[in-house]
Each structure stands twice: as structure tokens, then as C-alpha cells.
């Protein structure tokens, strides 16, 4: 219990901590986004108006940077993060909903799918180590080495443009609107099976070498020669001793890839035309939308911070020496 608290009191702590940041940063800016919202439509937004978007905003100049921080910490917990300029002034969190559940849908599966490949293939080559399996890593090494971009763009001349196997670009086919009918949910498929193995392919190798290379460490201990003394069968000595310890570290690379996740993939995103948050974050850049930024600033820290959680937990759970040493 005190290895909990002790941790939940850490993430609580970094939680109010990034939350405040992202407060302050974009006030430290030059000029706000009200400014530039006015500076794009001069001439057709009275004064009036433009003191209502500043109150809207929480930039009203009859309040304090204290009130606004407080005021900003009840926007917060009513789950209002103001309105994006570039989208209409619709509110941000209608934006990021819009966008989030194709990053996830795509990155997260390809993610798990990568880390769970990367980590039983790295188990298997670290356990036969010496063997011709170790001709894996350098071969999947080499594709991690590739430039995102490049990757992708060879991918798409191949199989889509060459084979006419994938469609090239975007998460449906043009016309069709969101549903959850079998054409639908098949177009979706179709149209993310590209994008999803290039990031398993540009990711695999790091997390075989990884896993690999823990393999070769434990393999040394002594409770492995121990439970092969004991006559134990390979496989029961595999999972159970040497996987179940060398695979730890892996969990806060594994719970880093999680967390930026909901950040998407850029590149992927620029390169297959993916509405992703990842290009919704270079949109609102490129367009100097500070709530839109805001809010994916946010989202993004706190789905690192949940991720980061749940793998101290995970931690915990596996190995007991970690929850003594804390406490």
C-alpha cells in the first residue's frame, strides 16, 4: 500500500504540474489567439466581439493570471477546453473526439501487435542465442534504421500503386460517411492494413533487440541454472523464469509507446493522409490554434501519465522486489 501511495502521490504531483504548464506556455507566447483570430478577419469583428472571445478565451483583461488559473482549473473539471479557431470555433474536445479514435484505432493496434512480436520473437532468438535465429536482428534492424518516410513511400508505390493490393491514402473510401456497417468497418480495415505494417515493421527491430539482449542477461542468473537443475521443462523455464523477468524493462518503453500513442504518428499521418491527431496537432500549429494545441497538449500528457501508471503497476505485480524496495 505505501508503494501505491507513494506513487499515486508522484503522478498526482507531475499531473498538476503539466497541467500548469500548459496554462502558462501559451500565455508566455508572443501575442494570444484571440489576437490572431482578429488579425485574420480584420475589419469583420466589432470591438464588442473581440471582448467577448477574450472572455471566452479566459484572457479578459479585468482578471488576473491567478483567477484565470483558477478559472482554467474549472473549465478543466467540467471538461470544457475552450474552442478551436481553425475548426469554426467548434469546441476543442468535439475536435480531438473526432480525430482521437483513428490514432488509436490504428497506432495502438499496430503498437501492441509490434510489442507483443517484437518481445516473443526476442525471447525465442535471446533463448537460442548462438543459432541462425540470431539472423533476425540485423535484418529487422535495418528496417528500423529506414527513415519513416521513405518506408511508407516505397509501400505505397509497391502495393498500392504496382499491386493495386491497399489503397493509398486516407482511412475510407472517398464518399463514403462513418458507419458501423461490414462496408464500412471492411474500408477502414483495408485502408489502415498499409500504414499499420510499416510502423510494426519500423518498430519490430527495436523491440527484439531489446528483449533479446535482457534474454542473454537473465539466462546468467542463478534461478534459471536453478530451475533447469530442477529439471523443469524448457518451455516452463522460458516463460516462467527467464521471459517473465527479462520482459520488465520492455514495460516502460512499452508504457511510453502506449502513452504517446493518442500523439500519433506524424509522418505516417502526412505520408498515407491519415486523419489523425498527429496531423490535427500540425493543422493547429500551422495555424496558430492555441486552444486546439492546448487541449492536445493535454491529452497527450495525461495519456502518458495513465500509461505510465498502469506500468508501475504492471511492474509491481510481476516483480514483488520492486514494491519492498519502495517500501
Sequence with gaps: ???????????LFTAWAAITINFFLPRMLKGDPVSAYLAKNQGRIS????????????????????QQYIDYWGLLFTGDLGRSFSKGLAPVT??????????????????????????????FIGWRRGSKADLVVPVATFFSTVPYFWMGLIAIAVFSTALGWFPASHAYDKGSSPSFSFEFIGQVIQHG?????????SSLGGWILGMRNMM????????????????????????????????????????????????????MELVFSYPGV??????????????????????????????????????????PRTRQMEA
Design 1 to 11: 500500500m505505501r508503494f501505491f501511495l507513494r506513487r499515486a502521490a508522484f503522478y
Design 47 to 66: 470591438p464588442e466581439a473581440a471582448d467577448s472571445l477574450r472572455t471566452l478565451f479566459g484572457l479578459d483583461d479585468g482578471k488576473s493570471v491567478f
Design 94 to 123: 468535439d475536435v480531438i473526439a473526432s480525430a482521437l479514435p483513428w490514432t488509436v484505432g490504428l497506432v495502438g493496434i499496430a503498437t501492441i501487435l509490434s510489442f507483443f512480436l517484437g518481445t516473443s520473437i526476442g525471447a
Design 193 to 201: 492494413t498499409l500504414p499499420a505494417l510499416t510502423i510494426v515493421l
Design 216 to 267: 542473454v542477461t537473465v539466462l546468467d542468473e542463478d534461478y534459471v541454472t536453478v530451475a533447469q537443475a530442477k529439471g523443469l521443462s524448457q518451455r516452463r523455464v522460458l516463460v516462467n523464469y527467464a521471459a517473465r523477468n527479462a520482459v520488465l524493462p520492455q514495460l516502460s518503453s512499452f508504457a511510453l509507446s502506449l502513452g504517446f500513442i493518442v500523439g500519433g504518428t506524424l509522418v
Design 278 to 319: 498527429g496531423k490535427l496537432l500540425l493543422d493547429a500549429t500551422t495555424a496558430k490554434d492555441y486552444p486546439l494545441m492546448q487541449g492536445l497538449f493535454l491529452i497527450i500528457t495525461l495519456t502518458v501519465l495513465v500509461a505510465n501508471i498502469l506500468a508501475d503497476v504492471a511492474y509491481a505485480v510481476l516483480d
